[in-house]
């Protein structure tokens, strides 16, 4: 079992992984089933850094600290609306109980469920739930961590993988480029693909992963957003540029992640040298 056995309700490595996949599907599938029930009825306010949040997404992200708990014993976890600090724990749930709460609220049928595992301070997996849309994502990237752990990108359960070689697969007016609402600077020169916004971090970046578009850019993701897609992303071949130059990871004990930005370009790895310097504007 290797370094899993840090993990004292896992017997054996595959067991291990298959519990956190299993809880991941599980979890996100019940809660975004309630989710869907108040679907474009939810009530919002905004929080002092403008966004939006509701009382859905203080329910989900309670039930889901609450299933963590009960589930993995020795899990930290860090959330979007009540834990902030990163805890002294090797393994550590990072979740947004809704990713795209503005979409939520007003009706868009595009927001999600992320949630992010991370080991000694870097994730190592992610599962994101697209409700409106019926799609999971997950994956598996074990990097350095020396991890006994499968490997692989998916989407529901079918894999994903990003190849140079795709037929049509070069910057143009016919491919698409993703951006966030904090973003928009990219447009003030031309810009060589079509561009989309559609208002959920995660989805964004994972529209790389599943060969949607050719890149993606969020300008100011906290940790809640990015740390699921960190791996599903990476783990489908895509390369993750942090654009203040700063390793977004692993994560310190002790320190507040709640207003931490980290500004980030995802895109093909022949695409970085094209799309990095005109992304770069947003910083």
């Not at 310190?252 to 770069?280: A, C, I, M, W």
Request: contains cysteine.
């Amino acid at each position: 079992m290797g370094q899993n056995a840090t993990t004292a309700d896992a017997t054996t490595a595959a067991e291990y992984w298959k519990k956190v996949t299993a809880f991941a599907q599980e979890a996100t599938d019940e809660i975004g089933a309630h989710l869907m029930s108040a679907f474009g009825k939810a009530t919002a306010e905004q929080k002092t850094d403008g966004s939006l949040v509701t009382q859905y997404d203080k329910w989900a992200d309670a039930e889901l600290r609450d299933r963590i708990a009960k589930t993995f014993l020795d899990h930290g976890v860090l959330t979007e609306e009540a834990e902030h600090i990163f805890p002294d724990t090797d393994w550590c749930w990072v979740i947004d109980p809704i990713d795209g709460t503005t979409n939520f609220a007003r009706g868009v049928p595009l927001w999600g469920i992320s949630l992010g595992l991370l080991y000694k301070g870097t994730p190592v997996f992610g599962h994101v739930y697209i409700p409106p849309i019926a799609q999971h994502f997950h994956g598996f990237f074990p990097g350095a961590s020396g991890l006994d752990m499968p490997e692989g990108a998916f989407a529901n359960n079918q894999p994903l993988c990003i190849g140079q070689d795709c037929p049509n697969s070069t910057p143009s007016n016919t491919r698409l480029f993703s951006l966030c609402a904090r973003s928009l600077k990219v447009l003030q020169n031309p810009f060589p693909c079509k561009i989309r916004m559609l208002g959920v971090a995660t989805y964004n970046l994972l529209t790389v992963a599943s060969g949607v578009s050719l890149g993606a850019v969020e300008a100011t993701p906290k940790i809640w957003d990015i740390a699921a897609v960190w791996a599903i992303t990476q783990a489908a071949g895509a390369s993750w540029i942090n654009l203040d130059g700063q390793a977004a990871f692993p994560l310190k004990v002790g320190k507040d992640y709640s207003t931490h930005p980290f500004p980030t370009l995802v895109t093909r790895p022949d695409l970085v040298e094209e799309f990095e310097p005109l992304v770069k504007v947003i910083l």
